[in-house]
């Protein structure tokens, strides 16, 4: 049951046009400020073989691209009525949640494994590949898929609680760049202490910033799946209460 479920919610964005849309916009945008366009996140412009700005501008993209992504998760299955179906077979809200959430990891993975060309193409571009701090794009990576998990679980909460689905995007963007942007903006606005390290911990930008130096913290890491497991208690206790 829970592999379908997946499945479902996996097929039911990729069977659509529009699925394939978002992730060929995520790609040619960050494509064309990557390679042609002049500005600061040019490659092709940069002083050293790295792709820094690579995961600097897609982190920003994500908070659009995700809660485009999830905004109709749950915010269509209660503008079709068929949420309440799907409370009626036998498996728990938790698992339900964790099946969509699962499913929409899956399609934000199809969006970001092509990207995988560019390690490729700075391999080929770079004049002495040894050079290359491989361990720092794959610790990036990896705190790519942490802000994936973060932000899905964010925007599932924000589908939870509107059968609106424009409503489910906002909100979702909202939240997505409260926590990855807010708090790292609301630190130079206090001075402070333990407002600006209140601030500071919460702010995802920090915790991504952490991991893309190519240092896995154990503490960046158990931030992420906090947040991530508080925003799908959250989405768990908002459908139980549906129920």
Known sequence: MINALIKKEFNSFLSQPVGYLLIFSFLLILGLFLWIFPNPYNILEAEYANLQAFFTLTAWVLTFLIPAIAMRSFADEKKQGTLELLLTQPISVNRLVMSKFAG?????????????????????????PANIDINAILASYLGLFFLMGVNISICLFTSSLSENQLIAFISGAAGCLLFYYGFNGLMSLFSFDILVELFKFLSVK??????????????????????????????????????
Request: proline fraction near 2%.
């Open 104 to 128: 929409l990891f899956l399609v934000s993975l199809v969006a970001i494994l092509p990207t995988a060309i560019y390690l490729i193409s700075l391999y080929q571009l770079a004049a002495n």
């Open 206 to 243: 920090e915790h991504f910033n952490s991991i893309s130096r190519g240092v896995i913290d154990s503490r960046d890491i158990i931030f992420f799946l906090s947040l991530t497991f508080f925003f799908l208690k959250l989405t768990t206790f908002k459908i139980n209460r549906h129920a």
